[in-house]
């Protein structure tokens, strides 16, 4: 396989995994505090070797490569050509705001601003923009596939039978017996975040921030929307398909070059 074919295959293995995240960005339009991801792209230079190709001003006398093949070029280490090719950095949480859904629903919650709801898995730890709360059959307050919501101090947080609740703009739970506690809110550095499933991100020890005295408000009856662009997923879509269709096309035609080469070269006479 010639250089070229290295590049093209590696280049539509990149749109590949591209079409991957928008795919995934574009199942979740509608789940409540979905934060869509962004994969981002770098490009590295590989270092020349003795098998790539000769400059055309290479003298075709020199060195030989292992197995005494001899190579149309003097100094393979300066002038072999050098190849870029593209490479995955990774993909990214956008952590922009999602739009607010009002539900009426007094278990229902959204943060506005920067900060996750804290839960208490099997796993451990885990995070959640999706304040869909309900309450489990022994009172405590959970997420929605029945994880319980940590307030201060790491506690679940016990609603009972207290009737009415109301959720104040930092957190505070009340209800018909008083004051029951308190949401905790943390932040985390986008880099730090883990996507786990079930809407739910781990990050490593120490990596949160608390935001008690945050001044951005938790909204009661609301609920936050997923921060996916339908448009543009869709579009970036499209894109991403039209390059791999380009990809494929020269996949084929470099192949097909290689092909003719070999067949004509072993017919010369």
Not at 178 to 206: F, H, M, T
């Amino acid at each position: 396989m010639d250089s070229g074919l290295y590049a093209t295959v590696n280049g539509a293995l990149r749109t590949e995994m591209r079409m991957d995240v928008l795919a995934n960005n574009l199942a979740n339009v509608n789940t409540t505090g979905f934060k869509e991801d962004n994969i981002t792209f770098d490009s590295y230079l590989t270092s020349p070797g003795i098998e790539q190709f000769p400059l055309p001003t290479d003298s075709f006398m020199g060195l030989r490569a292992p197995g005494d093949i001899s190579f149309p070029f003097t100094n393979p280490a300066s002038n072999a050509y050098r190849m870029t090719y593209p490479r995955a950095d990774g993909t990214h949480v956008n952590l922009e705001q999602g739009a607010m859904q009002q539900t009426n629903n007094p278990l229902h919650v959204a943060l506005e601003g920067k900060g996750f709801f804290v839960l208490d898995t099997p796993d451990g730890r885990r995070y959640t923009r999706d304040g869909s709360f309900r309450v489990n059959p022994v009172g405590e307050l959970t997420s929605k596939d029945g994880f319980p919501v940590l307030g201060a101090g790491n506690a679940p947080l016990v609603v009972g039978d207290a009737g009415p609740i109301h959720i104040a703009e930092d957190g505070t739970i009340t209800g018909s017996q008083g004051n029951i506690g308190r949401l905790q809110r943390v932040d985390l550095p986008p880099e730090s975040l883990e996507k786990v499933g079930l809407n739910l991100y781990s990050a490593p020890q120490g990596a949160e921030i608390a935001m008690e005295n945050s001044s951005e408000g938790i909204h009661q009856g609301f609920l936050e929307g997923s921060n996916a662009n339908m448009i543009r997923s869709m579009t970036n879509m499209i894109d991403a398909n039209r390059a791999m269709e380009t990809y494929q096309k020269m996949i084929q035609a470099l192949d097909s070059m290689d092909n003719q080469a070999a067949n004509q070269i072993g017919s010369l006479k």
